[in-house]
């Protein structure tokens, strides 16, 4: 087994231990879901004019955000932060492995594991009760689960970048309260991206966040044709790559400077 | 050829300070002040293949630092460094295949997972063949005693059975050379006499060289023919563990217990250091006065049930060295 492997499976079965905080989890995004449903809900009663969304595809747009949120990257994982913190650096550059490469595999698994965990009963939880529908159809569900793999790795690219930083700021709370409100925001996980004003909306265009939630997402519900998942996956393998190289560049600068916390 | 060559190693770090309170904090926001402190200042040595070298000094003196960058971790300033013909820092992946590290203070195990999965791992992420493995987990197994503490996560491990845990997990890959950065910290006498037992005979027996940083005393006397100390960045004494004794002084130590109680004790050429109940301490200079003529002395005016006679304890040694290089 290759060195990043292993580890990505460690990291995936201990994240699985935590069966209390998923269940936490759980429990919120439910919550969550059902107030911003019927928000929603609430909005297209008291509204006459055409939606660019159908209030079905809305609710389940939303359910699959609250689903898959610890997909987003919009926190840093717990072990690499300790890492960072307290000086465990020291140990991981004692491994003959590529320091980047071991980062991103521990937040892939940190994040897949998370999100296994708790998207299984709130998708069926939604999908019972809670008028979630199931992909538009079989190559719409295809096509989604092509696109959130590209999601998850652009997700673990700018995580890492959050990481890297640390090295700067030791702490991670200023990077990733940041990076909250952008990401939560611009990807399409707090407000659809098609409800926001068209001037918004070519800003969003322009930048990483949507390949994260509103373009997989549009590809479930079948408002985006499968014939754009070639551009969409284009898309998002492009900022990946860009986020690596920067995270990349900037850990071989921190490396050099890194005092190693605690002498 | 040496092993490992080090020569006018350099680091400096930048420490940002502030004054204490709410003044200092606030001061501290407008202009931060930094001071450049010489971790390393110009250190050099060398080491043959299968040496047990104790590497001591007082805190801050340099000792991690050296051995962060032995390891590959820090790039220095300035100054060489070979460790098998390879730059640490510059080599690092191939490096530190061959070398295993443990630092007391800190584990490398996974704090999650049972012993056994954290060395399953470990061969993984160092990619050792599955016999090699085989052979060496159970080689490590039965001389640290790990069989019923395979399937214990390490969070569950007292500190005594996680440092024997860490030594394992350090030599999994099987290195050639061993740091080992105080590995006796905190362990009750039993564990420590087994971490000593387990080091003598891995160097001893399979010729792994291994540098030992430590503060405690006992751990250089049992294990190392050879110390470096280390102070305020640069190296005070390289040599043989007598000649650090040597270096700082030639007295010697005699200590009588006599059968009555209360006696004064006294002798030209000794002094009193301490006195217990019916037992005395005293220190003389052999150059001035051998042993014997000492003994017969005190044997002749006092009525004495029991002598002997050894160095001044390392502890004290080590001590005054540091007080001497006005650390």
């Known amino acids: 087994m290759t060195p990043y492997f292993a580890i990505l499976r460690a990291r995936f079965a201990a994240v699985l231990q935590y069966r209390a905080a998923a269940f936490a989890g759980f429990g919120t995004q439910l919550a969550f879901g059902l107030v911003l449903i019927y928000v929603y809900e609430a909005f297209y009663r008291s509204s006459r004019g055409p939606q660019p969304m159908a209030l079905g595809e809305v609710v389940t747009y939303i359910w699959l955000g609250q689903a898959l949120l610890s997909l987003l990257p919009w926190d840093t994982e717990p072990d690499v932060r300790a890492l960072i913190r307290d000086g465990g650096v020291a140990y991981e550059l004692l491994r003959p492995v590529d320091l980047y490469a071991l980062w991103y595999v521990r937040t892939v698994a940190w994040r897949l594991a998370r999100a296994a965990l708790r998207s299984t009963p709130l998708v069926i939880v939604a999908m019972v009760f809670f008028q979630m529908r199931p992909p538009a159809s079989l190559a719409a569900g295809l096509a989604w689960a092509a696109a959130t793999a590209g999601a998850v790795a652009l997700a673990c690219a700018m995580t890492s970048l959050y990481h890297v930083s640390m090295l700067w700021t030791v702490a991670g709370e200023g990077v990733t309260t940041i990076s909250a409100t952008l990401v939560l925001f611009l990807s399409g996980m707090m407000i659809p991206l098609p409800l926001l004003p068209a001037w918004v909306q070519r800003i969003t265009a322009a930048l990483p966040f949507r390949g994260l939630v509103d373009l997989p997402f549009r590809l479930y519900i079948g408002s985006i044709p499968t014939e754009r998942l070639a551009g969409i996956l284009l898309e998002q393998a492009g900022w990946t790559l860009a986020f690596v190289a920067l995270g990349r560049w900037l850990l071989n600068r921190g490396l050099r400077r890194v005092a190693v916390q605690g002498g | ?327």
């Open chain 2, 1 to 327: 050829m040496p092993q490992i060559i080090v020569e006018n190693l350099c680091k400096t770090f930048t420490v940002h300070e502030r004054s204490s309170g709410m003044g200092g904090a606030l001061r501290g926001v407008i202009r931060r002040r930094s001071r450049q402190v010489h971790a390393l200042d110009g250190i050099s040595f060398s080491v043959e293949p299968g040496e047990l070298i104790g590497y001591i000094g007082p805190n801050g003196a340099g000792k991690s630092t050296t051995v962060k960058v032995l390891g590959g971790i820090l790039v220095p300033d300035g100054g060489r460094c070979v460790v098998m013909g390879r730059v640490p820092w510059k080599q690092r992946i191939e490096h530190v295949r061959s070398i295993g590290v443990v630092f007391g203070q800190r584990t490398q195990l996974w704090w999650d997972l049972p012993v056994v999965e954290s060395f399953d791992l470990l061969r993984d992420i160092y990619r050792v063949p599955r016999d090699a493995y085989a052979r060496t987990r159970a080689e490590m197994t039965e001389l640290l005693d790990l069989a019923p503490l395979l399937d214990v996560p390490v969070r569950q491990l007292s500190l005594g059975q996680r440092m024997r845990c860490d030594l394992a997990a350090s030599l999994l890959h099987s290195p050639d050379i061993l740091f080992l950065d105080e590995p006796t910290i905190g362990l009750d006498a039993v564990s420590k006499l087994a971490v000593r037992d387990f080091v003598r005979r891995l160097n001893r027996q399979r010729g792994v060289t291994v540098i030992l940083t430590t503060h405690d005393m006992d751990d250089i006397e049992a294990l190392c023919s050879r110390v470096v100390v280390i102070a305020n960045g640069q190296i005070a004494l390289d040599g043989p563990l007598e000649e650090l004794r040597r270096r700082v002084s030639s007295e010697r130590r005699l200590t009588v217990d006599l059968a009555g109680d209360g006696e004064e004790v006294f002798d030209p050429d000794a002094i009193l250091v301490r006195r217990e109940g019916n037992r005395v301490e005293l220190s003389f200079d052999p150059s001035r006065v051998s042993a014997a003529t000492l003994i017969a002395r005190l044997a002749q005016r006092h009525e004495v049930s029991d002598l002997f006679v050894q160095d001044v304890p390392i502890e004290e040694v080590v001590a005054r060295l540091y007080a001497e290089m006005g650390t």
